[in-house]
């Protein structure tokens, strides 16, 4: 049957009694199945691991610069882990470490959560924060209406000065 109408006669499952076959053509069966494969591929995440390291000591600035990358890395849609290395005399004052990390939670807000709370490890500290998918999304959608409001204001902002202007009379400059 299959050579008469031109096409593949495709063993399907192999395993069942009496084995299961078809009647195919097997290269665009295959050429399908690639197809769906690269979809699946595309269509998937790569979620990684990020780590951002802080020190007790940290500086404001640095705080700040390592903040702004951890919350880039977060809205890329990564895990980051934020460890916190303790040397010597510091390994005495794990509150200090603990405050820096309650900061960072702090700053990232909304837009993470806590994945594992903070733990000691041997001479560091660390946890894990993964992003909260509902709540960026709530951002983004209070960031595009705010943007729209702005919008709307400054159309209807340059209208009124312009009949103020016109309505204010001119001084002649004789002072």
Request: net charge neutral.
């Amino acid at each position: 049957m299959a050579r008469g109408l031109e096409l593949d006669l495709v063993e399907v499952a192999p395993m069942a009694t009496p084995p299961v076959c078809r009647i195919m053509d097997y290269g665009k069966f295959r050429y399908e199945e690639a197809q769906k494969a690269k979809e699946a591929r595309r269509k998937s995440s790569n979620v990684s691991i990020k780590e951002v390291k802080f020190r007790p000591k940290i500086g404001k600035g640095d705080f700040d610069t390592k903040m702004r990358h951890l919350v880039e890395f977060i809205e890329e849609g990564h895990k980051v882990k934020v460890t916190l290395q303790f040397r010597g005399r510091e390994m005495a004052h794990p509150e200090l470490g603990r405050k820096i990390l309650d900061d960072v939670i702090e700053q990232v807000g909304p837009i993470a959560k806590v994945e594992n709370q903070a733990r000691m490890e041997g001479r560091s500290m660390s946890l894990v924060l993964s992003p909260d998918k509902k709540a960026q999304e709530a951002l983004q959608k209070a960031a595009a209406e705010a943007e729209k409001k702005a919008a709307r204001e400054a159309a209807a902002a340059p209208a009124a000065t312009d009949a103020t202007e016109t309505a204010t009379p001119e001084s002649s400059g004789d002072e």
